[in-house]
DNA sequence: TACTATTCCTAGCAATTTAGTAGCAATTAT
DNA sequence: ATAATTGCTACTAAATTGCTAGGAATAGTA
């Protein structure tokens, strides 16, 4: 796994608005300017929030952003999944897991990060933004 | 957390040393070459190792490396921690980790991270060479 | 003594990833 | 109209990763 900004800030906005009235309507700079997350870069990964339907928003003036489903129905595992790209907690076991089988590389290596990687997506997935806001 | 190449080529030099006899002598191409490791990058990182303790090296002609302990008693965690830097799940957590605190950022957050560190920190502690030769 | 095999050590480098910035088009409230 | 806002794409500087290169030091062997 890893976990970059992108992940970290997406987190963040969408635990903010998981504190605000469901009904309103928060702008990139609002929330950029609550969690101290550089405006711009917060625009495009909200973006991406949007096109996953973790958001909805609105456009135009008095426009802005609003969580598009109960917080408690966003896992951390999905947002970081679209945010970062697939959890595993190693290069290896990304790798490993997505191609058949290398060479011959030690099996037991392999299987001791898979179950780490099982251990740390259970833990991702029965986690929701309501749980941490 | 985060495992490159460095850890992974570690561990399996490791594990291959492991296999053979403790008092043998194997050099850096014959590691390499087994276990399927650039030799020249392998070679960095025996150097890592045997800094740190883990394997002993004999200079010149015939020479070459063998554990400098038991495989049961160089844990996982050891060996990552060397080769790619303290074990943090997160970019964010090892950044709060050391630093005080930030700003003001979502505590749950951090503790959720902080959590999921602390978990996979124990398994690799507990987990050796021998256990997975 | 020369030669060869090997570790020791440092520097460098190409590709990728990360963390943004810039800027303009589209939309909408006023 | 204008101002505020999202939508979208392209660019870029810095860091990280996964190596490669090459020479110095050491030691066994002919």
């Known amino acids: 796994m890893r976990l970059t900004t992108r992940s970290e800030y997406g987190l963040l906005a969408l635990i903010f608005l998981a504190r605000q009235d469901p009904e309103g309507c928060f702008s990139v700079e609002a929330i950029a300017q609550s969690q101290q997350i550089?405006?711009?870069?917060?625009?495009?990964?909200?973006?991406?929030?949007?096109?996953?339907?973790?958001?909805?928003?609105?456009?135009?003036?008095?426009?802005?952003?609003?969580?598009?489903?109960?917080?408690?129905?966003?896992?951390?595992?999905?947002?970081?999944?679209?945010?970062?790209?697939?959890?595993?907690?190693?290069?290896?076991?990304?790798?490993?897991?997505?191609?058949?089988?290398?060479?011959?590389?030690?099996?037991?290596?392999?299987?001791?990060?898979?179950a780490i990687a099982t251990q740390i997506s259970a833990v991702m997935e029965t986690t929701s933004i309501a749980d941490v806001t």
Do not use: C, H, N, W
């Open 38 to 114: 550089p405006a711009k870069f917060l625009e495009q990964i909200l973006l991406s929030l949007k096109r996953a339907g973790y958001v909805r928003s609105v456009r135009g003036s008095r426009g802005g952003y609003r969580l598009a489903k109960p917080a408690a129905q966003i896992t951390i595992a999905e947002v970081v999944r679209l945010l970062d790209g697939a959890l595993a907690p190693t290069y290896s076991v990304s790798r490993y897991f997505y191609e058949p089988t290398p060479i011959e590389r030690e099996q037991s290596l392999i299987r001791f990060f898979q």
